[in-house]
T-cell receptor
Framework: QKEVEQNSGPLSVPEGAIASLNCTYS??????FFWYRQYSGKSPELIMS????GDKEDGRFTAQLNKASQYVSLLIRDSQPSDSATYLC??????????FGTGTRLQVFP | EADIYQTPRYLVIGTGKKITLECSQT?????MYWYQQDPGMELHLIHY???????EKGDLSSESTVSRIRTEHFPLTLESARPSHTSQYLC?????????FGPGTRLTVL
């Protein structure tokens, strides 16, 4: 089992819809969780961090964490074509190591 | 956020050459990282440092070496470049939990 798992996609959603990206992790001791956005040929950009169970909202983005289920998700409301990118889930292990998932490719079509 | 600089941004070089990829940050972060990423593939940690004179190898075996003589500077060196080293190299620094990436160096070895 991989330490951080994501569906590679592509996830295709129409413009204006809600995109839901999911991530599971294996180490129950993990305390810090991050979502990065990576455009093709560019470096990853941090868009959200979450540390506590529940929801955290920032503009059109909402991160959701459920430590009991070892599940973290990212919702993008009112999706725009400019949101089309690969979204990387990253989990910080108790050893302080940051583990990245393989990423989910999101396509938002007009 | 962090200001992280990488040079060169693009490098095309012949087999057998020695190369150094530069990474610097102006925020005084102790933790710095080097990742390797092939197009459309996942990030692989190749080196990291938790401060001056501290360097460790990452998860992916790499023929590169790093040094950390100054807090702001974390160069990566390949003594003898080979076509298998063709990839994107990403540097990141970390003030606490969150890692921030530089723009990357795209290396092509002919």
């Amino acid at each position: 089992q991989k330490e951080v798992e994501q569906n590679s996609g592509p996830l295709s959603v129409p413009e204006g819809a809600i995109a839901s990206l999911n991530c599971t992790y294996s180490d129950r001791g993990s305390q810090s969780f991050f979502w990065y956005r990576q455009y093709s040929g560019k470096s990853p950009e941090l868009i959200m961090s979450i540390y506590s169970n529940g929801d955290k909202e920032d503009g059109r983005f909402t991160a959701q964490l459920n430590k009991a289920s070892q599940y973290v998700s990212l919702l993008i409301r009112d999706s725009q074509p400019s949101d089309s990118a690969t979204y990387l889930c990253a989990v910080k292990l108790p050893t302080d190591k940051l583990i990245f998932g393989t990423g989910t490719r999101l396509q938002v079509f007009p | 956020e962090a200001d992280i600089y990488q040079t060169p941004r693009y490098l095309v070089i012949g087999t057998g050459k020695k190369i150094t990829l530069e990474c610097s940050q102006t925020m005084g972060h102790d933790k710095m990282y080097w990742y390797q990423q092939d197009p459309g593939m996942e990030l692989h940690l190749i080196h990291y440092s938790y401060g001056v004179n501290s360097t460790e190898k990452g998860d992916l075996s790499s023929e590169s070496t790093v040094s950390r003589i100054r807090t702001e500077h974390f160069p990566l060196t390949l003594e003898s470049a080979r076509p298998s080293h063709t990839s994107q190299y990403l540097c990141a620094s970390c003030p606490g939990d969150e890692q921030f990436f530089g723009p990357g160096t795209r290396l092509t070895v002919l």
